[in-house]
């Protein structure tokens, strides 16, 4: 496995991790309809959660969240009406970006951007 596709993998279970311990259910991981992929749907209160997950090492100049672009945030939308489709039911939805720093002495960072557009 290529290291980017480790660093995103290992990015995705803290993500998990840490989502679940801010009182979100995760639902699904990559859950996938082809060609696009949601990296983690969550539950919390009232709301389904399509959160993006970007992961960094803390050494790189740029934040991980501006990696989302315009394309990608189009693509996990495309997704997500798939995933309403097969689930109806969802009358509150959020589009989240969790963007993941991890530091060099290994401390992590998080950021959670909540109902995101654009």
Known sequence: MAAHNELGKEGENLAAKWLAEKGYTILQRNWQ????????IASKGKFLHFIEVKTRKGN???????????????????????????????????????????????????????????
Do not use: C
């Open 33 to 40: 309809q082809h060609p696009h992929e949601i990296d983690i």
């Open 60 to 118: 790189q100049d740029t934040r991980p969240e501006t990696s989302v672009t315009r394309q990608k945030f189009k693509n996990l939308k495309w997704a997500a009406n798939a995933y309403l489709r097969q689930n109806p039911g969802h009358p509150w939805i959020q589009y989240d970006i969790l963007a993941i720093t991890m530091k060099q002495w290994g401390e992590t960072e998080y950021f959670l951007m909540e109902d995101v557009y654009i």
